[in-house]
């Protein structure tokens, strides 16, 4: 069974944090960095080729992580495979002991290191949310039946910060619909947008398990550059001030983080960190915690 699906069923407010596989076949470096929050927290999630950039692929990160004691949350994104593929990963991961999968759409090829590769999309995250639940009853969508079927936690992701929150409510609709049983969040910097957002999805939270995401900012120049290049994350000009004019960045930078975390808690069922390559900052975080 899903620990991390457990933790959340007996109300635990849950805190995950997130690795990106080695351009490699090496886990060395995943495992360092993890080294600091392992035994802190309820799940890792295992990107699938982030930003379209060739790695490790996700399944067998997740395996490697589950065997090292962590609680993988194993990404699956929609660009590279079609059905047929999608399906036997699903499978793949279930027989290798995967029981967490966060459904997404995925980057275009274009934004990452091999932008001469084909995108696929024979699927959106509604319809692989569909294709696992379709496993799990026992058949595949051909309608073929299954000798065995795999039985996750699966999730989605939502961005509250949408220029479009309309459309943005309608797709969860349908992904709930279509399975969706967690949601983790795009990052959060304004607590009062999230609070509107949770407002307004007032008619799914019996629903689902939501968590919100944090990403644990570096610097004031990295707070610029997400608020201009990734569509729904609004830095307030507050926090970019505050370090633009700190002598410790880490520090406040996690008591950011810490602030949002605690600000936030009572409107969802756990948190989501972010850290792009910085679990350290995580484990300050869960410091401040007493995690």
Not at 32 to 46: A, F, P, Q, T
Not at 181 to 189: L, P, S
Not at 211 to 219: E, K, Q, T, Y
Request: hydrophobic share 40%; aromatic share 6%; net charge neutral.
């Amino acid at each position: 069974m899903s620990q991390f699906k457990k933790a959340l069923e007996n109300g635990k407010f849950v805190i995950t944090t997130e690795i990106g596989p080695p351009k490699g076949v090496s886990m060395e470096s995943v495992f360092r960095e993890l080294e600091c929050v392992k035994g802190r927290v309820d799940g890792v999630n295992v990107t699938d080729q982030q930003s379209s950039i060739m790695r490790l692929g996700s399944i067998a990160a997740s395996r490697f992580l589950n065997d090292h004691g962590y609680e993988a949350i194993c990404q699956m994104t929609c660009r590279d495979r079609n059905r047929i593929m999608l399906q036997s990963d699903i499978l793949s991961a279930y027989a290798l002991g995967i029981r967490n999968m966060l459904v997404m759409t995925g980057d275009h090829p274009l934004l990452g290191d091999h932008p001469q590769a084909k995108p696929v999309y024979d699927l959106d995250s509604v319809g692989l949310l569909h294709a696992f639940n379709e496993l799990k009853s026992g058949r595949d969508l051909a309608g073929n039946a299954l000798q065995s079927s795999p039985d996750f936690y699966v999730g989605a992701v939502v961005n509250p910060g949408s220029d479009s929150l309309e459309p943005e409510i309608i797709k969860m609709e349908k992904k709930v619909k279509a399975g969706a049983q967690f949601f983790q969040t795009q990052a959060i910097f304004d607590p009062k947008l999230f609070e509107d957002f949770v407002n307004a999805i007032k008619h799914l939270r019996s629903k689902i398990k939501l968590l919100g995401g944090i990403v644990p900012l570096r610097s004031a120049k990295m707070a610029r550059y997400m608020n201009a290049n990734i569509p729904g994350v609004i830095i307030p000009d507050g926090i970019i001030d505050k370090l633009e004019n700190s002598s410790d960045v880490e520090t406040e930078s996690v008591a950011i983080s810490y602030d949002l975390m605690m600000s936030i808690r009572e409107m969802c069922d756990g948190v989501h960190f972010m850290p792009i390559r910085a679990n350290h900052l995580v484990a300050r975080v869960l410091d401040k915690v007493k995690v």
